[in-house]
């Protein structure tokens, strides 16, 4: 596995177990000490996440113009890593709105590059490998985050700013290791980078219907998975301690780090498109668990699954839209699916929020297992018209 996939995963690590620190007690924060309802905390997941996705297409298409990467991931990192504090010294639900708006933009800045980067510096018949390793040391940190946030809760009760200051470490660490640890492939030939397809209908048509069908199911399958706040909610619902509600993060992440890599290894050899089926028939489960169970243990159950649904699809879709993509449009193209997938987010986390407020959280997975099992009719779809 190339040096470069293994240090942008090590930066993965990094940044989730800040950001994760601090995202899987946000949701208590903002209800308890701030007073935010569940709308209006959909409200703030939704915007932090489409920011991020519009962010990624410019970032994207940036980097496919430029024919560079590193210096847009430096910045991205920069920014997010500059926003921790904030949550920390934030007096109103407006000052995290505005941080989360800004770590998002982050966020955005790095996404779509990072993924093209990966491709760049990958074989073409390990991609799934490089996807999913990258994906489960990012999700390790995802992990390492909410057991933080859980270890500093015991140890100052609901001291969520202790939480917050602390997060911050890491993030300021991801900046020495892409400094130090990235290198980037050196682009053959001389002149400008080559051009990306322009954004119009010909331009979007040129990346081919294997990426349209691909990104298609992704907007399906994250309307069926909204922002991951709605699952620490529902575990504080379910009769499970307000500090001890992020366990269901913790439980969540182990199987996604567990699954992902993995199944990146499975899809190189035996195709992408059955295991992408088969994630999607987890999180069917997963949202049925989550809306009809009774109790921390069936919830506890369908955070399990939301996570084997995670690690058997995130790395397997990033390694279809690779596939798919021409080199001189990876960057457009990560861009665009995560736009995409990104304003689904927003609609997904303001329609969960409106449910659970109208109908309680039943409503809300339900409605989520219905996307989904939409996302699985598509995804068996034919791959030519």
């Known amino acids: 596995m190339p040096r470069t996939v293994w240090m942008l995963g090590l930066v993965s690590l990094l940044m989730d177990t800040s950001s994760e620190a601090i995202h899987s007690v946000l949701p208590l924060f903002l209800a308890g000490v701030l007073g935010a309802s569940p709308l209006v905390i959909g409200l703030i997941e939704g915007i932090g996440e489409a920011t991020g996705a519009i ?3 410019f970032s994207g298409r940036l980097s496919d113009r430029i024919g560079r990467r590193k210096g847009l991931l430096i910045g991205g990192y920069g920014l997010a890593a500059l926003t921790k504090p904030i949550f920390a010294l934030a007096p109103s639900v407006s000052w995290v709105l505005g941080a989360r708006f800004v770590d998002r933009v982050g ?3 790095r996404g779509a590059p990072r993924d093209a980067l990966v491709a760049d510096v990958t074989p073409a018949g390990r991609l799934g490998a490089a996807y999913g390793l990258r994906q489960s040391l990012d999700t390790i940190g995802a ?19 202790v939480v917050f200051w602390v997060a911050a470490i890491p993030a300021a660490a991801t900046i020495v290791v892409l400094a130090l640890g990235v ?18 209908r010909d331009g979007l048509a040129r990346l081919g219907r294997p990426f349209w069908l691909a990104t298609v199911t992704a907007v399906l399958m994250t309307m069926a998975r909204f922002s ?7 575990a504080a619902d379910s009769g499970l301690h307000a500090g001890l509600a992020p ?17 990146g290894l499975l899809s190189d050899r035996v195709g992408r498109r059955g295991l992408l089926g088969w994630g999607l028939a987890a999180l069917i489960a997963a949202d049925l668990a989550l809306g009809l169970g009774h109790g921390v243990v069936a ?8 996570g084997l649904h995670m690690g058997m699809t995130q790395g397997v879709l990033s390694a279809l839209v690779a596939d798919a993509a021409p080199v001189e449009a990876r960057g457009t193209a990560f861009g665009l699916f995560h736009l995409l997938t990104g ?43």
């Open 143 to 161: 992990v390492a985050g909410p057991v933080l946030a859980l270890a500093l809760l015991a140890l100052w009760h609901d001291a969520y700013r």
């Open 228 to 234: 991951e706040a709605f699952l620490v909610l529902r």
């Open 107 to 109: 966020k955005g800045i």
């Open 247 to 263: 366990v269901i993060i913790v439980a969540m992440n182990m199987v996604y780090a567990l699954a992902g890599y993995p199944v």
């Open 183 to 200: 290198r980037e492939p050196r682009r053959h030939g001389a002149g400008p980078a080559p051009r990306p397809p322009p954004l119009t």
């Open 55 to 57: 962010t990624k297409l």
């Open 299 to 306: 919830v506890l159950a369908g955070g399990a699954l939301w």
């Open 343 to 385: 304003l689904s987010m927003l609609a997904a986390s303001l329609a969960a929020g409106a449910l659970w407020s109208l109908s309680g959280p039943a409503a809300a997975f339900l409605t989520g297992a219905g996307f989904a099992a939409l996302a699985l009719l598509l995804s068996r779809a034919p791959l030519r018209a």
